[in-house]
């Protein structure tokens, strides 16, 4: 299984510092994406093997976290146009519903489930009802996210656990099922984990938002070792 962690930023003009962890590094030149907003990201060797070569699509499911909008809605597009079968987890429903009608439109088949990523019941769940319908994961993209700015000692408790569950415990949750589903069906997938800049170089007012991106760091390399 080939693990990724993509490191991104954001700035007005698209243009700014980005940084990429993989287990695949010395190996791949980054493929970037620039988005509307200005947000770029970078995806190591996954994009360079997929995106960047004449190599279909057709055939993977993809689960993308967090996918009813913005970063990951632009993810899970950029494989729908590939011919990819997308999932959807995300706690905003309509979003996630109106995003995979919208993919389906690139004549790929789109399903999107209700997920708190932090909660592993359902994340075992909504896991469970996608494969039924598209067939196992063969890639995932944990994108989904939740930044609460604050300086530390005004950080509350709940929103110190709303970060770090829903970014590195959702991260961790998700690659552990999918990943254990890859095992279980012999699929050479990937798992792709989206950090942030602050991960590697702190914010104020980003403590625990940048506690849990260090963590999906961490938690990237570990999955690189043992998968």
Not at 67 to 73: D, F, M, S, V
Not at 85 to 101: G, K, L, P, Q, R
Not at 128 to 139: A, E, F, H, K
């Amino acid at each position: 299984i080939e693990i990724s962690c993509a490191i991104h930023s954001s700035g007005t003009s698209g243009i700014g510092r980005c940084r990429t962890d993989s287990r695949s590094l010395p190996s791949y030149s980054p493929a970037v994406w620039i988005l509307n907003d200005g947000t770029f990201i970078i995806f190591l060797s996954f994009f360079h093997r997929y995106m960047l070569s004449d190599c279909s699509m057709e055939g993977e499911h993809v689960l993308v976290t967090g996918g009813g909008k913005g970063i990951g809605q632009a993810i899970a597009e950029a494989f729908a146009e590939e011919g990819a079968d997308i999932s959807i987890f995300d706690v905003d429903m309509d979003a996630a519903e109106t995003t995979a009608d919208n993919l389906e439109t690139h004549g790929v088949d789109a399903v999107a489930e209700t997920t708190d990523v932090s909660v592993e019941e359902m994340v075992i769940e909504s896991l469970d009802n996608v494969v039924s319908r598209l067939g196992p994961v063969t890639i995932l993209v944990n994108n989904a996210g939740v930044q609460i700015p604050a300086s530390l000692l005004e950080t509350t408790e709940e929103t110190w656990d709303k970060q770090l569950d829903t970014n590195a415990k959702g991260t961790f949750l998700c690659s552990k099922h999918v990943g254990q589903q890859m095992v279980d069906n012999g699929i050479s997938g990937s798992i792709i984990n989206l950090s942030s800049r602050v991960g590697k170089i702190p914010s104020a007012h980003q403590g625990a938002y940048a506690m849990s991106k260090a963590g999906i760091i961490a938690l990237t390399q570990t999955l690189a070792l043992e998968l």
